[in-house]
């Protein structure tokens, strides 16, 4: 299956709309994780170029987790999808809350493709805003606590039997600054991997 045709079947076409343009089996993916936001330039995100800025970040953190990968393919034969709660490049510091909700609907239907999905890994506060926003239309409250990400991100939170775990961001230059952060992100990360791969802590 195709993600963004799929997608755009429903939600249809924009050229603003940054989606991922790969061919999986969804059936094969059995963890989910939400980055911020997806960059400037597509060749720069997970399923860009081989050099993509955002697996400068991603694959030192599966591998500081344990899980021996050094290309986004071989993520995808984990089991391991990754994509962007925001589908649009920000164009200041922040997301801003139009993006929000223009992603939303694309980001909704992205998640209901994959029918196997044992774990959704919330990769900073923006994918955790975002699918809370998902979840409380749904459900009329949070999936996830609005307190701090180090306070909740071991506790054991599900949403229709998937795990959820809030951790933090995996892209970006400051994630090479905040040592504690990539310590705490590599260690959800082998936590989502023994849960998917049934393997014992």
Wanted: glycine letters at 2%.
């Amino acid at each position: 299956m195709n993600i963004k045709q799929e997608i755009e079947k429903e939600v249809g076409s924009d050229p603003l709309v940054y989606l991922n343009d790969i061919t999986i089996d969804p059936a094969s993916i059995k963890a989910i994780m939400i980055n911020e936001v997806v960059p400037a330039y597509p060749e720069n995100d997970f399923y860009g170029s081989e050099d993509a800025t955002y697996l400068e970040t991603t694959i030192p953190l599966f591998q500081k987790a344990g899980i021996e990968v050094t290309t986004v393919q071989e993520i995808l034969d984990q089991g391991i999808y990754l994509t962007n709660a925001i589908k649009m490049p920000k164009t200041e510091s922040t997301v801003d809350n139009a993006s929000i909700e223009k992603s939303l609907p694309y980001l909704e239907k992205e998640l209901s493709l994959f029918p196997n999905v044992q774990v959704i890994m919330l990769m900073g506060d923006v994918a955790k805003k975002c699918f809370n926003r998902i979840t409380k239309k749904a459900t009329k409250k949070n999936a996830v606590p609005a307190i701090s990400t180090y306070k909740i991100r071991k506790s054991e939170i599900f949403y229709q039997d998937i795990r959820i775990m809030p951790s933090y961001i995996m892209t970006g230059k400051n994630i090479l600054i905040e040592k504690s952060k990539v310590q705490m992100a590599s260690e959800d990360l082998a936590t989502m991997f023994r849960i998917i791969t049934k393997k014992p802590e």
